[in-house]
T-cell receptor, first 115, second 112 residues
Framework: DVKVTQSSRYLVKRTGEKVFLECVQD?????MFWYRQDPGLGLRLIYF???????EKGDIPEGYSVSREKKERFSLILESASTNQTSMYLC??????????????FGEGSWLTVV | DAKTTQPTSMDCAEGRAANLPCNHS???????VYWYRQIHSQGPQYIIH???NNETNEMASLIITEDRKSSTLILPHATLRDTAVYYC?????????????FGTGTRLTVIP
């Protein structure tokens, strides 16, 4: 089974703090993604990566950055957390762009509250 | 990616089959139908996907109509743990952005 593990399930941070959300997948997937999910807005793509050290902006990259130093690990960074970044953050991975169906697998989610 | 239409909510008795419909009338020939579910406070869980043929795995069956404009997810023996929001998504394989439009889904409640 594909396993996507997010390091923190629940976090509370103060406005202005730097926040790191870590994600690891154990299936040698090329693609990794960070989404946020908010009521009424569905899933919105923040950043994604097709390979080590590669990153591409999604729909809402402002206020976020990412790091992919190793294939299995994709980190989301909030440089200076703000209250409007309170949300559930979802990490996901998929095998490759060319694989049949290209199923995306999600982690359990990280609930971030910025106060 | 094509949009989908699903009923807002459904109930199903425990032990009975749950049939969740999805309309995707504007689906393109190279778009797959995916189903995910999300249990409260957890990440979406992949269930099944298909292109044209019916598919079955250990979790569910997927029935796609011949014209591909609609599909049905079948949970053969629903349990209380199947209570969740179920999302039907259509997307092209290898899509550059790999984005997913989850929509509002169907809230399935399994009743004891």
């Amino acid at each position: 089974d594909v396993k996507v593990t997010q390091s923190s399930r629940y976090l509370v941070k103060r406005t202005g703090e730097k926040v790191f959300l870590e994600c690891v997948q154990d299936m040698d997937h090329e693609n990794m993604f960070w989404y946020r999910q908010d009521p009424g807005l569905g899933l919105r793509l923040i950043y994604f990566s097709y390979d080590v050290k590669m990153k591409e902006k999604g729909d809402i990259p402002e206020g976020y950055s990412v790091s992919r130093e190793k294939k299995e690990r994709f980190s989301l960074i909030l440089e200076s957390a703000s209250t409007n970044q309170t949300s559930m953050y979802l990490c996901a991975s998929s095998l490759s762009r060319s694989s049949s169906g290209n199923t995306i697998y999600f982690g359990e989610g990280s609930w971030l509250t910025v106060v | 990616d094509a949009k989908t239409t699903q009923p807002t909510s459904m109930d199903c008795a425990e032990g009975r089959a749950a049939n969740l419909p999805c309309n995707h009338s504007t689906i393109s020939g190279n778009e797959y139908v995916y189903w995910y579910r999300q249990i409260h406070s957890q990440g979406p869980q992949y269930i099944i996907h298909g292109l044209k043929n019916n598919e079955t795995n250990e979790m569910a069956s997927l029935i796609i109509t011949e014209d591909r404009k609609s599909s049905t997810l079948i949970l053969p023996h629903a349990t209380l743990r199947d209570t969740a929001v179920y999302y039907c998504i259509v997307r092209v394989k290898g899509t550059g952005a790999n984005n997913l439009f989850f929509g509002t889904g169907t809230r399935l409640t399994v009743i004891p």
